[in-house]
């Protein structure tokens, strides 16, 4: 059973900075993608960033230069820097895993971007 566990979410002022953190535990293939999505009031949930354990990483179009996914694969974690927030960056912000073709959610947490 895989477990992923969120932190560092919270409200910051248009132009700040967050870091999220998700920590995977149980049975993780060594070939896997972790990933970052945001979900919005009245949104559907939507992919924000990606990381392979081949070494591609992506992100969408309107974080770009501003968001940073990076992985600690060692520790089963990977994270999301998010730079000179916007108030359209508030939502739910959540980690997925993708291992042995399973998929698997982290519990959200809360990024308030707002003066």
């Known amino acids: 059973q895989v477990q992923l566990v969120e932190s560092g979410g919270g409200l910051v002022q248009p132009g700040g900075s967050l870091r999220l953190s998700c920590a995977a535990s149980?049975?993780?293939?060594?070939?896997?993608?972790m990933q970052w999505y945001r979900q919005s009031p009245g949104k559907q949930r939507a992919l924000v960033a990606i990381?392979?354990?081949?070494?591609?990483?992506n992100d969408i179009d309107s974080v770009k230069g501003r968001f940073t996914i990076t992985r600690d694969s060692a520790k089963n974690s990977w994270y999301l820097q998010m730079n000179s927030l916007k108030p359209e960056d508030t939502a739910v912000y959540y980690c997925?895993?993708?291992?042995?073709?399973?998929?698997?959610w982290g519990q959200g947490t809360q990024v308030t971007v707002s003066s």
């Open positions: 149980g049975s993780i293939s060594s070939i896997n993608t």
């Open positions: 997925s895993l993708v291992s042995n073709a399973q998929i698997y």
């Open positions: 990381s392979s354990s081949t070494g591609i990483t």
